[in-house]
């Protein structure tokens, strides 16, 4: 049996919380939002300079949902801390439904901590859910950044991000409520093997037994995520130095661009389209990385000895000038489409 979360943890697995004035904990009433809540509340008692507000979010897409957003109002009031309830409302879509619900969710708990002035939202994710999310990246193919997964503080609609129990396993949340006897709610979703995510948890136990368990998962994140952070600062540099803007157009110097290492290449263009048209590079459904890696090669082989050459990606125009330089401008309504070169 797992050992429970110990007093003596909270400090390290909190510690972000304390820079922090007002956090939201997103909470669903399943075990691992529902031992964050009791964890977060027994870190502040030492801490009271950071307050805290249950916000948990009724999807309506079950009958049950209302009665477990007021059990989790309960909950949050036997420990003393407010609660918000957000509903989604309006239809709902008939495929990619969680990911539509996640994407919900997310702006739901952005609105609510605006709305109460808190500076940060914290959930529930587990060593259990980075391993599955590396595991689906894996699967996807994705590049050093995805293998990457979540971090334990990041940026979303505007507000930091923080995941406190991301080096947790499940099991340990679950021996904590217990140990307290605690219910939580278990949501049927989490054994439909229709979703992808469950498909993975069980596959994740047919590898354990070969090594292959949530750890090593995780650790191939963290090792990810530094080569990440690496690349991204050499992108940095290089971008400073080499991408010049005026309005909604932009200039690469080709030769920074060209001595550039093929991933950098990359990121310097990721970059200058994320410039030209704010968010488009970042889209994770829009500009995709394979297209960004056609227009890399595409630019790196096409030397202008033959004139100037012309893609179009995620509505910005990309163009290799006679003397080398990458000019970038966001294409013009009346010409979407109509670019021969577009990727």
């Avoid at 909950?75 to 495929?95: D, F, I, T, Y």
């Avoid at 994710?125 to 995805?146: F, I, K, P």
């Avoid at 963290?222 to 940095?236: G, M, Q, T």
């Avoid at 202008?304 to 970038?328: E, K």
Wanted: aromatic share 4%.
């Amino acid at each position: 049996m797992p050992d429970p979360i110990a007093l003596d943890e909270l400090h390290s697995l909190f510690a972000a919380f304390a820079a922090r004035s007002h956090v939201v904990l997103a909470v669903s009433g399943g075990a691992d939002s529902t031992a964050m809540m009791l964890l977060a509340t027994r870190w502040q008692e030492a801490h009271p300079g950071t307050r805290l507000t249950v916000v948990t979010i009724d999807h309506a897409l079950r009958p049950e949902s209302a009665a477990e957003c007021t059990a989790v109002t309960g909950q949050a009031e036997r420990l003393g801390l407010p609660c918000l309830v957000r509903h989604w409302s309006g239809p709902k879509p008939s495929s990619r439904l969680q990911e539509s619900a996640r994407t919900a969710r997310y702006a739901l708990l952005a609105e609510a901590a605006v709305e109460i002035g808190a500076d940060a939202i914290a959930t529930a994710h587990t060593l259990d859910d980075q391993a599955e999310t590396v595991l689906m990246r894996l699967l996807h193919g994705s590049s050093v950044d995805g293998l990457a997964a979540m971090r334990p503080e990041s940026m979303r609609n505007g507000l930091t991000h923080l995941r406190p129990l991301l080096a947790i396993p499940k099991a340990r949340l679950v021996a904590t409520l217990e140990a307290e006897g605690i219910a939580w709610t278990e949501d049927p979703s989490n054994r439909n093997s229709h979703f992808e995510r469950v498909r993975l948890r069980h596959l994740l136990a047919e590898f354990a037994p070969l090594g292959l368990d949530s750890r090593r998962l995780a650790l191939l994140a963290e090792r990810a995520a530094r080569s990440a952070d690496a690349l991204e600062a050499i992108a940095a540099a290089d971008f400073a130095r080499a991408f010049r803007q005026d309005g909604t157009e932009g200039v690469l110097d080709g030769s920074v661009y060209r001595a550039a290492p093929a991933e950098i290449r990359l990121r310097l263009l990721e970059r200058a389209i994320d410039r030209i048209r704010p968010g488009e590079a970042g889209k994770p459904y829009g500009l995709r990385l394979e297209r960004l890696e056609t227009l890399a090669q595409a630019i790196g082989v096409a030397l202008p000895a033959g004139g100037a050459r012309q893609w179009s990606l995620g509505g910005v125009l990309v163009r290799l000038a006679r003397g080398g330089d990458i000019h970038l401008a966001a294409e013009p309504p009346r010409l979407r489409g109509q670019v021969k070169n577009k990727v």
